[in-house]
C-alpha cells in the first residue's frame, strides 16, 4: 500500500496567518496516464470530508481561492492564505493514482 | 444539484450482515462510479472500494475483500454496500462518494453490539 505522511499532525493559527500541510507519499503518485491523482479534502468536525483540491493543484467547484495546492512525484503541500475561523477541521491528503489510500490528517485550530 | 443520500443508522449483532445505501440524484449515475469508505471516529479514513455503474465492475481494497460487497440499481440511481459477518471492529462511519470525490453522503454509523 501507498503511505501518505502528513505533517504536522496538528497545527495552530491565527486569523489571517498563511500555513501550510505536507503530504508524502511512499512511492511516485504520478500515473501511466500523465495524472498525479492526488487531492486534498477537509472534514469539519461531525460532517463529510469535502473535497478541495484535486489532480494536485485544481481548485474543488466552490472552495475558497485561498487554498492551494502544489507538488509533484512524492512530495505535496496544501497552502492556506489567509486562514478563516471556518476554516478549522482535519485535513486529509489522498491518492489514488494507486489504490487509494489517506494520510493520517492535520488538525487545525484556530487560536 | 447532485445529492447522495445514505440510510440511517445501524445497530447491529456481531456475526449479522448491515447492507447499506447510498440514493443518488442530479447527475448521470448510470455512467459514473461510486466509492465506500470507512472511518472510525477519531481516525483517518479508509477506502473501501469501487463500483462502476454502467456494468456493475467492482474494486476492492484488499483488506475488505471478503467482507464488503458493492453493487449498485440503476433503475432507481442507488449504490449498495454489503457488510457481512459483522465485529466489532467493523464499528465506524462508513461514506459513499462519488467517482471523483467532489460529492459524498452524509455518512453512517454502523455500531456492531451484542
Known amino acids: 500500500d501507498v503511505v501518505l505522511t502528513q505533517t504536522p499532525s496538528i497545527l495552530s493559527a491565527t486569523i489571517g496567518q498563511s500555513v501550510s500541510i505536507s503530504c508524502r507519499s511512499s512511492q511516485s503518485l504520478l500515473d501511466s496516464d500523465g495524472n498525479t491523482y492526488l487531492y486534498w479534502f477537509l472534514q469539519r468536525p461531525g460532517q463529510s470530508p469535502q473535497r478541495l483540491i484535486y489532480?494536485?493543484?485544481n481548485l474543488g467547484s466552490g472552495v475558497p481561492n485561498r487554498f492551494s495546492g502544489s507538488g509533484s512525484g512524492t512530495d505535496f503541500t496544501l497552502k492556506i492564505s489567509g486562514v478563516e475561523a471556518e476554516d478549522l477541521g482535519v485535513y486529509y491528503c489522498?491518492?489514488?493514482?494507486?489504490?487509494?489510500?489517506f494520510g493520517s490528517g492535520t488538525k487545525l485550530e484556530i487560536k | 444539484q447532485v445529492k447522495l443520500q445514505q440510510s440511517g443508522a445501524e445497530l447491529v449483532k456481531p456475526g449479522a450482515s448491515v447492507k447499506l445505501s447510498c440514493k443518488t440524484s442530479?447527475?448521470?449515475?448510470?455512467?459514473?462510479?461510486m466509492s465506500w469508505f470507512k472511518q472510525i471516529p477519531g481516525q483517518s479514513i479508509e477506502w473501501i472500494g469501487m463500483i462502476y455503474a454502467g456494468d456493475g465492475g467492482t474494486g476492492y481494497n484488499q483488506k475488505f475483500k471478503g467482507k464488503a460487497t458493492l453493487t449498485v440499481d440503476t433503475s432507481s440511481s442507488t449504490a449498495y454496500m454489503d457488510l457481512s459477518s459483522l465485529t466489532t471492529e467493523d464499528s465506524a462511519v462508513y461514506f459513499c462518494a462519488r467517482g471523483t470525490f467532489d460529492y459524498w453522503g452524509q455518512g453512517v454509523m454502523v455500531t456492531v453490539s451484542s
Open positions: 489532480l494536485v493543484s
Open positions: 442530479g447527475y448521470t449515475f448510470s455512467t459514473s462510479y
Open positions: 489522498m491518492q489514488a493514482t494507486h489504490a487509494p489510500t
